[in-house]
C-alpha cells in the first residue's frame, strides 16, 4: 500500500482503492448500463399528482404521488403481469422478462400496452384495469405487424403488413384496407420521403376515429437497389429503392379511408414531382392540412384539402427561399379552437412558433429572441399557454419555455445551464426535470411552473467516480473561417494530464446538418469510447462547424450545393487552435466521423493529408451523386442543376491525393450509404496507385450496432495506435 493510501486508511478507516481504465468494452457499453447515471426511466404522468417510472432492470413499475409524499409505491411487476394476462386470456401463454416498453396510462386506473405471446406469433395491444386486474379492451393480431396506431376511442388499430395496411377493430374484425401485391407500392409507411421532413407517421385516425388518413407511396420510378445477403451457401440479392439525386423520385399521394363505408377518396394534392409533409386532421375532421414542398426543396404551400370528397379547398400561406425551405412537423391546432393553429418555421432564422387562422393570417409570432423550438410539450388546461424545450446559449443548453398565445410573451422557466428532460403533467401545472449537465450527471426534481418550488427526487452519483479514472472535460469556443461566427468545441485531455507533455490528437467530426456534437450535458456529449482514448494518452478534439445542428437556418445553410468546404475550413480553425496548445504534438493528429463524419474525414485527409495522419472514416459519402434525393438534393440541388458543386465535393476522383493512412468502413447492408460508395472510392485508389485500408461489415446497415460494435471501436483503436501513436499511460 502506497503511504498516501496507508494515510488515508489510518484517518478513516477505509481502504482507499485505486482507479482504473475502462475497458473497451466498457468504453462502448458501460454509458447505457453499468455506468449510466440514476434517472427516471419511461416516466409517465398517471394524473396531474403523480406520475409512475419503470426500474432500471424494468421488472417493475413504480409510482410517485404529491399524496405520499413522492415516496415509492410498486404498484405492477413484471410476473404480477404475466399472471394477469395469462388469467385474462385462457388459450394464449405470455412470459415476460420484462415490462413492456409502450406503457402508458389511460386514466386513475387503467393502463395500455403491447405484449407478444410466448410463442412470438400474435401482439396484443391491451387495455389493463389495475384496480380489478381486468382487461378492458384489447386487439390480437398478427406479430409481424409494424407501425400500430390506435384510434382514441380504442375501436380500431391500424397496423402493417409488409407494405399494406390493416385494421383490427376490438371486435377481431380484420379489414384489409389495401392489397397492393407489387412492392413498388408501400402504404402507411412512416419512411415515406425516407423519413425527411419531420415525417415519422404514415397513418392518422381523424378525430372522430372512424377515418384513417395514410401515405400511399408509388416507386414504380425509382431504381431498384441490390444490397447481397451473405446468409445463404450461394450469396442472394435484396432489393431496395434508391432514389438517387438528380433521378426519378417517388409519387407519393394521400387517401382517406372510411372503417364503416369501406370507401376511400385520394386528396387532389396533384401529381407533379413533390413532397407531401406536415399531415393534420383539422379538429373536426373535415378538413385535411398538407405541406406540399416542390422537387428544388425552395417552395412550401401549406394547402386545405376537404376530408370527404379530397377536393383542394385553399392555400393557406407559402414559405419561398433562394437556398431551401424545410418543414419539420405538422400543424398543433390550439385547444378548443378549430380555426387557429401553431405552426413551426425557421423562416426568420430559427426555428420558432407562428400563430395562424385557417384563413391564412398570420395573428401572432411566438418566437423569443433566437431561441430554437427543439419540442412541442402542449398547452396548459384552459389553452392560454403553449409549453416547449427551446435550444440556448449558442446551442449548448435545453430550458423549459412558456409563452401566452394572446399576447405572445414568453417566459422561461428553467433557468440553470445545462440540459432539462422535461415532462409536464397534463394540466401543465408540474413537471417532471432531468437535469444533467458537464458537472451534473442526472438530478431529478418536481417542479411548479408556476412559483418554480422544487422537490428533489433524486441526485445521481457519479457512476464513474472512485471506479474509473476519468480524463478531464472542458468546452472551448473557437471562431469559424468567417471570423465572426462563435463555435463550440470540446476537448477532452488524457489522464494523469501534464501540460509540459506532447500528446497525439484524435479530431472527432460529423460537420453535417441536423447533428450536434458539443451539448451541456453529462459527458458533453461525447461517448466513453473517446475517454477511453484519452486513457490510452490522447487529446481528444471536437468543434461543431457551421452546417451542423441548433444555431438556426444561417448557420447551417452556409453549405449550400459546396458541402463539405465550408465545414473543412472551420474544422481547419479548430487545428489552429489546437496548435496554438503547447501540448499538441503537431505531427500526430488523426480524425475520425462516421457517415456525414466519414465525408468529413475523408474529405479532410485528402485536402490535407500534412495535417491529418491518420484517417478512420466509417459509411463514408464519397460521392453526393450516389446519394438520395430528398436529403442531398436540399444541400446540393440536383446533379445537373450544380455539376461544378459535385465536382467540388467528389472525393472519389481525388483518390489520387491519399497521402496518409486512411480505413474506410462500411456495413454490406447499408441502405443510408449504399456500398458503392466506398467501393467507387476503393476502385480509384486501386487505378490511382494508392494504398487505402478497407474493412467491411457484412450483416450490418448504417451502424454497426449490439456487441460487433466493441469489435469496431478495437479497430478504430488499433488503428489510431498501429499507425498515429501507440497507448501512453
Same mark, same amino acid.
Request: proline share 3%; glycine share 6%; aromatic share 12%.
Given at each position: 500500500?502506497?503511504?498516501?493510501?496507508?494515510?488515508?486508511?489510518?484517518?478513516?478507516?477505509?481502504?482507499?482503492?485505486?482507479?482504473?481504465?475502462?475497458?473497451?468494452?466498457?468504453?462502448?457499453?458501460?454509458?447505457?448500463?453499468?455506468?449510466?447515471?440514476?434517472?427516471?426511466?419511461?416516466?409517465?404522468?398517471?394524473?396531474?399528482?403523480?406520475?409512475?417510472?419503470?426500474?432500471?432492470?424494468?421488472?417493475?413499475?413504480?409510482?410517485?404521488?404529491?399524496?405520499?409524499?413522492?415516496?415509492?409505491?410498486?404498484?405492477?411487476?413484471?410476473?404480477?403481469?404475466?399472471?394477469?394476462?395469462?388469467?385474462?386470456?385462457?388459450?394464449?401463454?405470455?412470459?415476460?422478462?420484462?415490462?413492456?416498453?409502450?406503457?402508458?396510462?389511460?386514466?386513475?386506473?387503467?393502463?395500455?400496452? %403491447?405484449?407478444?405471446?410466448?410463442?412470438?406469433?400474435?401482439?396484443?395491444?391491451?387495455?389493463?384495469?389495475?384496480?380489478?386486474?381486468?382487461?378492458?379492451?384489447?386487439?390480437?393480431?398478427?406479430?409481424?405487424?409494424?407501425?400500430? %396506431?390506435?384510434?382514441?376511442?380504442?375501436?380500431?388499430?391500424?397496423?402493417?403488413?409488409?407494405?399494406?395496411?390493416?385494421?383490427?377493430?376490438?371486435?377481431?374484425?380484420?379489414?384489409?384496407?389495401?392489397?397492393?401485391?407489387?412492392?413498388?407500392?408501400?402504404?402507411?409507411?412512416?419512411?415515406?420521403?425516407?423519413?425527411?421532413?419531420?415525417?415519422?407517421?404514415?397513418?392518422?385516425?381523424?378525430?372522430?376515429?372512424?377515418?384513417?388518413?395514410?401515405?400511399?407511396?408509388?416507386?414504380?420510378? *425509382?431504381?431498384?437497389?441490390?444490397? *447481397?445477403?451473405?446468409?445463404?451457401?450461394?450469396?442472394?440479392?435484396?432489393?431496395?429503392?434508391?432514389?438517387?439525386?438528380?433521378?426519378?423520385?417517388?409519387?407519393?399521394?394521400?387517401?382517406?379511408?372510411?372503417?364503416?363505408?369501406?370507401?376511400?377518396?385520394?386528396?387532389?394534392?396533384?401529381?407533379?414531382?413533390?413532397?407531401?409533409?406536415?399531415?393534420?386532421?383539422?379538429?373536426?375532421?373535415?378538413?385535411?392540412?398538407? +405541406?406540399?414542398?416542390?422537387?428544388?426543396?425552395?417552395?412550401?404551400?401549406?394547402?386545405?384539402?376537404?376530408?370527404?370528397? +379530397?377536393?383542394?379547398?385553399?392555400?393557406?400561406?407559402?414559405?419561398?427561399?433562394?437556398?431551401?425551405?424545410?418543414?419539420?412537423?405538422?400543424?398543433?391546432?390550439?385547444?378548443?379552437?378549430?380555426?387557429?393553429?401553431?405552426?413551426?418555421?425557421?423562416?426568420?432564422?430559427?426555428?420558432?412558433?407562428?400563430?395562424?387562422?385557417?384563413?391564412?393570417?398570420?395573428?401572432?409570432?411566438?418566437?423569443?429572441?433566437?431561441?430554437?423550438?427543439?419540442?412541442?410539450?402542449?398547452?396548459?388546461?384552459?389553452?392560454?399557454?403553449?409549453?416547449?424545450?427551446?435550444?440556448?446559449?449558442?446551442?449548448?443548453?435545453?430550458?423549459?419555455?412558456?409563452?401566452?398565445?394572446?399576447?405572445?410573451?414568453?417566459?422561461? !422557466?428553467?433557468?440553470?445551464?445545462?440540459?432539462?428532460?422535461?415532462?409536464?403533467?397534463?394540466?401543465?401545472?408540474?413537471?417532471?426535470?432531468?437535469?444533467?449537465?458537464?458537472?451534473?450527471?442526472?438530478?431529478? %426534481?418536481?417542479?411548479?411552473?408556476?412559483?418554480?418550488?422544487?422537490?428533489?427526487?433524486?441526485?445521481?452519483?457519479?457512476?464513474?467516480?472512485?471506479?474509473?479514472?476519468?480524463?478531464?472535460?472542458?468546452? *472551448?469556443?473557437?471562431?469559424?473561417?468567417?471570423?465572426?461566427?462563435?463555435?463550440?468545441?470540446?476537448?477532452?485531455?488524457?489522464?494523469?494530464?501534464?501540460?509540459?507533455?506532447?500528446?497525439?490528437?484524435?479530431?472527432?467530426?460529423y460537420g453535417g446538418p441536423h447533428a450536434q456534437l458539443v451539448t451541456n450535458n453529462w459527458l458533453g456529449g461525447a461517448n466513453l469510447f473517446f475517454h477511453y482514448m484519452a486513457q490510452n494518452g490522447y487529446i481528444v478534439f471536437t468543434v461543431d462547424n457551421r452546417g451542423s445542428f441548433n444555431r438556426g437556418r444561417d448557420f447551417e445553410q452556409v453549405i449550400h450545393r459546396k458541402l463539405g468546404q465550408n465545414e473543412m475550413a472551420d474544422q481547419l480553425k479548430g487545428i489552429d487552435y489546437l496548435k496554438s496548445l503547447s501540448f499538441v504534438d503537431q505531427d500526430k493528429i488523426g480524425v475520425y466521423g462516421w457517415s456525414f463524419g466519414g465525408?468529413?474525414?475523408?474529405?479532410?485527409?485528402?485536402?490535407?493529408?500534412?495535417?491529418?495522419? *491518420?484517417?478512420?472514416?466509417?459509411?463514408?459519402?464519397?460521392?453526393?451523386?450516389?446519394?438520395?434525393?430528398?436529403? +442531398?438534393?436540399?444541400?446540393?440541388?440536383?446533379?445537373?442543376?450544380?455539376?461544378?458543386?459535385?465536382?467540388?465535393?467528389?472525393?472519389?476522383?481525388?483518390?489520387?491525393?491519399?497521402?496518409?493512412?486512411?480505413? !474506410? !468502413?462500411?456495413?454490406?447492408?447499408?441502405?443510408?450509404?449504399?456500398?458503392?460508395?466506398?467501393?467507387?472510392?476503393?476502385?480509384?485508389?486501386?487505378?490511382?496507385?494508392?494504398?487505402?485500408?478497407?474493412?467491411?461489415?457484412?450483416?450490418?446497415?448504417?451502424?454497426?450496432?449490439?456487441?460487433?460494435?466493441?469489435?469496431?471501436?478495437?479497430? !478504430?483503436?488499433?488503428?489510431?495506435?498501429?499507425?498515429?501513436?501507440?497507448?501512453?499511460?
Amino acid at each position: 500500500m502506497r503511504k498516501s493510501s496507508l494515510l488515508f486508511f489510518l484517518l478513516t478507516g477505509n481502504i482507499l482503492f485505486a482507479q482504473r481504465d475502462l475497458t473497451i468494452t466498457e468504453a462502448t457499453m458501460g454509458q447505457y448500463m453499468q455506468f449510466a447515471p440514476e434517472r427516471v426511466l419511461q416516466p409517465n404522468w398517471k394524473n396531474d399528482n403523480a406520475f409512475s417510472f419503470v426500474t432500471t432492470n424494468r421488472d417493475s413499475l413504480v409510482l410517485k404521488s404529491k399524496d405520499n409524499k413522492w415516496e415509492n409505491e410498486t404498484v405492477l411487476t413484471a410476473k404480477d403481469l404475466e399472471a394477469i394476462l395469462n388469467d385474462n386470456f385462457k388459450n394464449t401463454e405470455f412470459s415476460l422478462r420484462s415490462l413492456p416498453s409502450n406503457l402508458s396510462w389511460i386514466n386513475d386506473n387503467e393502463i395500455a400496452f %403491447t405484449a407478444t405471446d410466448k410463442e412470438g406469433k400474435f401482439k396484443y395491444n391491451v387495455r389493463l384495469d389495475l384496480k380489478d386486474k381486468k382487461i378492458k379492451n384489447s386487439f390480437k393480431y398478427n406479430s409481424i405487424a409494424s407501425e400500430e %396506431t390506435i384510434s382514441r376511442n380504442n375501436n380500431y388499430i391500424a397496423w402493417l403488413k409488409d407494405n399494406n395496411i390493416v385494421i383490427t377493430s376490438h371486435k377481431g374484425e380484420d379489414i384489409v384496407v389495401t392489397d397492393d401485391i407489387t412492392i413498388d407500392i408501400e402504404n402507411g409507411s412512416s419512411s415515406t420521403h425516407r423519413n425527411e421532413f419531420g415525417i415519422n407517421k404514415g397513418m392518422w385516425w381523424n378525430p372522430k376515429q372512424d377515418q384513417l388518413l395514410y401515405y400511399r407511396r408509388d416507386q414504380s420510378t *425509382v431504381s431498384d437497389y441490390p444490397l *447481397v445477403q451473405w446468409g445463404t451457401r450461394v450469396a442472394e440479392t435484396k432489393d431496395i429503392k434508391y432514389p438517387m439525386a438528380g433521378m426519378p423520385n417517388e409519387r407519393v399521394s394521400l387517401v382517406v379511408y372510411d372503417v364503416l363505408t369501406k370507401e376511400k377518396v385520394t386528396l387532389d394534392t396533384g401529381v407533379e414531382d413533390q413532397f407531401l409533409t406536415m399531415v393534420t386532421w383539422d379538429p373536426s375532421g373535415n378538413y385535411v392540412y398538407v +405541406g406540399v414542398l416542390n422537387r428544388q426543396q425552395n417552395h412550401l404551400k401549406v394547402n386545405q384539402y376537404n376530408a370527404a370528397t +379530397g377536393a383542394f379547398e385553399k392555400t393557406l400561406f407559402e414559405e419561398k427561399s433562394d437556398i431551401y425551405v424545410e418543414p419539420s412537423q405538422g400543424l398543433v391546432f390550439t385547444p378548443g379552437n378549430t380555426n387557429t393553429f401553431i405552426h413551426f418555421s425557421e423562416n426568420e432564422g430559427y426555428r420558432q412558433m407562428y400563430l395562424y387562422n385557417t384563413d391564412g393570417k398570420l395573428e401572432r409570432k411566438l418566437g423569443f429572441e433566437d431561441v430554437i423550438v427543439s419540442d412541442f410539450l402542449g398547452f396548459d388546461a384552459d389553452g392560454k399557454n403553449a409549453y416547449y424545450v427551446g435550444v440556448t446559449n449558442r446551442g449548448l443548453d435545453r430550458q423549459l419555455f412558456k409563452v401566452n398565445l394572446k399576447k405572445g410573451k414568453t417566459e422561461q !422557466i428553467t433557468e440553470l445551464s445545462g440540459t432539462h428532460n422535461v415532462v409536464l403533467n397534463q394540466s401543465k401545472t408540474l413537471f417532471l426535470d432531468q437535469f444533467s449537465n458537464l458537472e451534473t450527471p442526472n438530478k431529478v %426534481t418536481i417542479v411548479n411552473t408556476d412559483n418554480k418550488k422544487e422537490k428533489e427526487l433524486i441526485v445521481s452519483k457519479n457512476p464513474l467516480e472512485g471506479v474509473i479514472n476519468m480524463p478531464k472535460t472542458e468546452f *472551448v469556443t473557437l471562431q469559424a473561417a468567417d471570423n465572426k461566427t462563435t463555435l463550440n468545441g470540446r476537448i477532452i485531455y488524457p489522464t494523469n494530464f501534464d501540460a509540459n507533455k506532447k500528446y497525439p490528437v484524435m479530431v472527432y467530426v460529423y460537420g453535417g446538418p441536423h447533428a450536434q456534437l458539443v451539448t451541456n450535458n453529462w459527458l458533453g456529449g461525447a461517448n466513453l469510447f473517446f475517454h477511453y482514448m484519452a486513457q490510452n494518452g490522447y487529446i481528444v478534439f471536437t468543434v461543431d462547424n457551421r452546417g451542423s445542428f441548433n444555431r438556426g437556418r444561417d448557420f447551417e445553410q452556409v453549405i449550400h450545393r459546396k458541402l463539405g468546404q465550408n465545414e473543412m475550413a472551420d474544422q481547419l480553425k479548430g487545428i489552429d487552435y489546437l496548435k496554438s496548445l503547447s501540448f499538441v504534438d503537431q505531427d500526430k493528429i488523426g480524425v475520425y466521423g462516421w457517415s456525414f463524419g466519414g465525408f468529413m474525414t475523408t474529405t479532410l485527409s485528402l485536402n490535407h493529408p500534412e495535417i491529418f495522419k *491518420v484517417g478512420v472514416a466509417g459509411g463514408p459519402v464519397m460521392d453526393w451523386k450516389y446519394y438520395e434525393i430528398m436529403y +442531398g438534393e436540399r444541400y446540393m440541388d440536383m446533379p445537373q442543376e450544380n455539376p461544378d458543386g459535385y465536382n467540388l465535393t467528389s472525393l472519389v476522383d481525388k483518390a489520387d491525393r491519399i497521402n496518409n493512412k486512411l480505413l !474506410i !468502413i462500411h456495413g454490406a447492408q447499408d441502405p443510408v450509404v449504399i456500398q458503392q460508395h466506398s467501393m467507387e472510392f476503393i476502385e480509384a485508389a486501386i487505378k490511382a496507385n494508392k494504398q487505402v485500408d478497407y474493412f467491411l461489415y457484412p450483416t450490418h446497415e448504417h451502424n454497426v450496432l449490439g456487441k460487433d460494435r466493441v469489435h469496431l471501436n478495437t479497430k !478504430i483503436a488499433n488503428y489510431f495506435f498501429d499507425y498515429l501513436a501507440k497507448p501512453n499511460k
